[in-house]
């Protein structure tokens, strides 16, 4: 069901568990997802398998779906000639495609809806939101943010997922670009270690979050589950907001054969020590399926 408890407010009273990977449960399922707008292209083609995965993932255990839109942009829709009408309506589809999914659910806890926001990297298609560093302006880079977050944020989803954001400068970008808009959000690096994917020290990083009101929760994303911990508890120590965590499977990348390669070191046993250090919201990201949901889900219940 979907909640009238916010999402602000569960978080105050525990720890909400996050959906998986999108993109893996919609290849899973036997979609191509090689075109450069990656699963946001089912929103267009497909838009019931967008429906189904948030659906797996919320009978899986998760309490929150994280909406197609990483790679809607009204940039890359126009590549594919997506008129700007028809890409506001494809990405004010996810958030229904999530609504709708949480409706079919049939359960009896809180369900609520994050509109993914994707880095400018993400647009590009080219592996850059695993580097940032994009020769743009702050101010450049909050004019590519704010139309699509407009357009989102008037779908009325109980968050937006500010994510896989790889550089300070983009962060300083999108807390910008959400002042005003009426909708809470989180804030989370792509990480390597102790710094963001451009290189920044992540206390810098995280600092940025710390007196921005619309901000509900900090914490990284899509880096490796050895890399969750101590950037969670930088970012409790930090920000004092709850921490919001959910790394990809460990593997790597390869941005030219548009491929994951690697073995997977993500685990369940990981979580405790993530709640721990003050993760509040605990899910995973790409290669991160609905079974390593329900392990979450499980590992929390018995915490």
């Known amino acids: 069901m979907t909640s009238t408890l916010t ?8 720890t909400v568990v996050l959906d998986g990977g999108m993109s893996n449960q919609l290849e899973s399922a036997g979609h191509d997802l090689s075109d450069e707008l990656w699963s946001a292209r089912l929103l267009d083609e497909q838009p019931e398998a967008v429906t189904e995965a948030h659906l ?3 009978r899986a255990g998760a309490d929150v779906a994280i909406t197609a839109s990483y790679q809607a942009t009204f940039e890359g829709f126009a590549k594919r000639g997506i008129s700007s ?6 990405m004010a589809l996810s958030v229904e495609s999530a609504r709708e999914a949480a409706r079919r659910a049939s359960v009896s806890r809180p369900l609520w809806v994050a509109a993914s926001a994707g880095p400018y990297g993400a647009m590009l298609a080219d592996g850059s939101e695993y580097r940032g560093r994009y020769g743009l302006s702050v101010d450049e880079l909050e004019r590519f943010h704010r139309p699509r977050l407009e357009v989102l944020a008037a779908a009325r989803p109980d968050v937006l997922a500010l994510e896989t954001v790889p550089d300070a400068d983009e962060a300083a970008a999108l807390l910008r670009a959400v002042r005003g808009l009426g909708v809470p959000a989180w804030l989370t690096y792509s990480v390597a270690g102790d710094r963001t994917r451009a290189g920044q020290p992540l206390e810098e990083a995280f600092a ?7 901000v509900i929760a900090v914490g ?3 880096c490796a589950p050895q890399d969750v911990e101590a950037a969670a508890a930088t970012a409790a120590r930090v920000t004092g907001k709850p921490v919001v965590v959910y790394p990809n499977s460990g593997e790597t990348w390869d941005a030219e054969a548009r491929a994951w390669a690697g073995r ?3 685990t369940t046993g990981q979580v405790k020590s993530w709640q721990q250090a003050g993760a509040r919201l605990i899910g995973g990201c790409c290669r991160v399926g609905p079974d390593g949901i329900a392990g979450i889900a499980g590992a ?4």
């Open 208 to 214: 940025l979050a710390a007196e921005a009101d619309e």
């Open 85 to 90: 009408d028809r890409a506001a309506e494809l």
């Open 56 to 58: 797996a993932y919320f």
């Open 220 to 222: 990284v994303n899509c």
């Open 7 to 14: 999402l602000a407010e569960a978080l105050a009273a525990g």
């Open 300 to 303: 929390l219940a018995a915490a």
């Open 264 to 266: 997977s070191t993500f």
